[in-house]
Each structure stands twice: as structure tokens, then as C-alpha cells.
């Protein structure tokens, strides 16, 4: 199917199938998986990656996750300011049109991405306006204070919406969408994302990479879906559920 055919009970009909799968995750990133693989399969026609992150601390994550984490803000001569309790946005669930993109571990540069803090974060226009347009003050990023996500959100489902992928850029003139070779080689027009905080202030998001132009109306649909991902997997954002520990 492709997104421009969506409806509002097409993604009810998507909820429905999904919705007996996840009740037998027993980990969250198996959850994240068959979401990720539900909206990839059922809109295949537009949809060439779909994604889905979780913030997790550094020290709750796999040990080639805080290995892949640590080795970037090395890179970035962020170290010192890394500790084991910083959020790191995490890849948790992928699928997509190349057999690589169907499992996390075979992630080369979106592992996952350190909220290390408000001037990091910003250097990366892509999450900084993701979490944005979540309604994410970025200035948290700096406290790491749990509860003022669950205040500012509290339930909130939030619309990240590129229309243009190629020239959407921002207030700094940068590419929102940085990896332009992805871009161009598989024809991405348009890249939405969905979610929002669970009850400890961990957030959610769920990230779509879309061959064709996606009206905000279209991508607006998918703000159910999150919201009941969220609900469902609320049990399982406890940290020994989150990932296997690979």
C-alpha cells in the first residue's frame, strides 16, 4: 500500500495485527521490531526505512551499544562530558528495503545517538528537531531531569514532519536530513516520526523514511499507532527489558 492510500482505518486494521504480537514481547526491542517491521510491510510501496529509538542510559545499554556511543562523543572530544547515566537516544527496532536494516546490530553509524547535551544536540539538526517538534525543550538535555519530560509532554504524541528531505534545512542553513548519499540513492522525498514519553521520562519515537511526498495529514494518522505502542510496551521500558544483552 502506498501512504498516500492510508486511512484512518487502515491504521487501525494495522494495530489489530500488530497488537497480538506484542503482548508476547518479552523485551522491548522485540516490540520495537515488529512495529518497525508492521509499518515497513504494510506501506512498502512508499516506505523505505522505518525505525524505532528509545532513550535509554548509557550504562543500561548492550555492551557494543556503549562501545559505539563512547567511541562517537571520542570523536567528538565530548568524553569528558559522557557518564554512565546520560540518555542515548537508541536504535531499538529497524526494517526496511535492504536485508541490513532489518536487525540493530547491523547498524554502522545510528546505534544510537548521546543526549549528552543542549549544545551536542543541536549540532545534530536532525534530532534537535526531532525533539523539538516532540516537544522536547532541549534544555532539559542539560538537567536530565526525568520529571520535567513527563510535565512537559506528560501524554502527549508529538509530529516530527519533513516534507522535502532533500532541501528541508534550518535556522543555520544545515541539511535536516544530513545523509544525503541515503537520500539520493533511494529516492527519500519525505521522513515523519511519531511518539513521546512513557511514565519515567524515557521517549519514544518511532522514525519513517518515505519515497514519496507525504502530506503532514498522512503522517498525522500515525499518531494513534504511537500512542498505543506506548501503552502497550509501558512494562517493558524497565532497563532489564529493554535489550538482550548484545
Request: net charge negative; proline share 5%; charged share 20%.
Amino acid at each position: 500500500m502506498k501512504l498516500e492510500e492510508a486511512t484512518g482505518a487502515a491504521i487501525s486494521q494495522l494495530w489489530t495485527t500488530l497488537d497480538p504480537r506484542l503482548r508476547e514481547a518479552t523485551l522491548l526491542e522485540d516490540a520495537a521490531q515488529e512495529l518497525a517491521g508492521a509499518v515497513h510491510t504494510e506501506f512498502s510501496e512508499s516506505v523505505v526505512l522505518a525505525r524505532v529509538y528509545v532513550t535509554v542510559p548509557l550504562d543500561e545499554l548492550p555492551a557494543t551499544n556503549r562501545t559505539f556511543v563512547e567511541e562517537l562523543v571520542r570523536s567528538a572530544d565530548a568524553a569528558p562530558a559522557l557518564e554512565g547515566t546520560t540518555p542515548v537516544l537508541s536504535l531499538a527496532g529497524t526494517h526496511g528495503e535492504e536485508p541490513a536494516w532489518n536487525d540493530r546490530r547491523n547498524s554502522k553509524g545510528h546505534k544510537g545517538i548521546p543526549l549528552i547535551s543542549a549544545a551536542f544536540v543541536e549540532g545534530i539538526p536532525m534530532i534537535a528537531r526531532l525533539l523539538r517538534e516532540l516537544g522536547v525543550p532541549l534544555d532539559w538535555i542539560d538537567s536530565h531531569d526525568a520529571q520535567r519530560i513527563v510535565t512537559t509532554i506528560g501524554s502527549e504524541v508529538g509530529l516530527f514532519y519533513v516534507e522535502d528531505a532533500l532541501q528541508a534545512t534550518d535556522d543555520q542553513g544545515r541539511n535536516v536530513i544530513p545523509a544525503k548519499d541515503f537520500v539520493s540513492d533511494y529516492g527519500v522525498k519525505s521522513v515523519f516520526g511519531t511518539g513521546g514519553a512513557y511514565a519515567d521520562g524515557q521517549i519514544l519515537v518511532l522514525v519513517v523514511f518515505c519515497r514519496d511526498k507525504v502530506a503532514r495529514t498522512t503522517a498525522e494518522l500515525f499518531l494513534p499507532l504511537a500512542d498505543l505502542f506506548r501503552g502497550k510496551t509501558a512494562s517493558l521500558i524497565v532497563p532489564a527489558t529493554v535489550f538482550t544483552s548484545a
